[in-house]
């Protein structure tokens, strides 16, 4: 694969960016909403309150944008072309199911609820995963969501991904008890074929 980090991809409405310690606050805030969070993170629930207090994820957010520029970082801002708001973020990070292989990764996304359902998180993954596969050259994306957790899904099998039989447990950081998720895997070849359709 290639290390060339997160560059800025613009698609038609957004624009995708590096993130900045700017924006933290306030993408930190859409997180903090249960709506958002509740099928995304899983930070240990012992980690709940922590979570729940800026100045303590101020200082978390300050170190990881020390890091935002690095080339082993694919992490993005999501920004309206029009208004310059700031409106989610995604990332393809390494996976963390036991695959020792920087090649093989993961993705995750969110958009702030004021902005769901307008094809905004549909475009964003597009891009991103675009860059990934053709200019990141990664070999292979495994992913999953709640099953509960359509929007998320559906992004998936859009760009198709396909599902997998396996489905997976996991436990959210601020629900109680796991949850099933479905699995999906998608291979560079797949995505570049479906590209020439
Ligand atoms: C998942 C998420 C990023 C989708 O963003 P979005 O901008 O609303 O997505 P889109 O508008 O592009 O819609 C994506 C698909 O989900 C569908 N969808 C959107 N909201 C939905 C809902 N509440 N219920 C069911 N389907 C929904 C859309 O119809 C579309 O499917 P289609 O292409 O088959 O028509 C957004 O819902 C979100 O931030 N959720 C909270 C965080 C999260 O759960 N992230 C994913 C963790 S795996």
Known sequence: M???GSKVIET??????PQTMKEQKHLWEILMIPEVNRYF???PPKFRDKLLDWEKQEEYY?????HALDNDVFRWSIFLK???ECIGRLSCQENDCGIEDANIRDVGWLISPDYQGCGYGTEAAYAMIDYMFQEAEIKEIRTGAAIVNPAS???MERLGFTRQ????????TFLDAPVEDYTYRMTREEWLAKKKQ
């Open 2 to 4: 290639n290390y060339i």
């Open 12 to 17: 038609k409405r957004l624009v995708l960016r």
């Open 41 to 43: 993170l899983t930070v």
């Open 62 to 66: 300050q170190k990881d944008m020390e």
């Open 82 to 84: 029009q208004t310059g």
């Open 153 to 155: 899904w559906h992004i």
């Open 165 to 172: 039989k396996e489905t997976k447990w996991i436990q959210y």
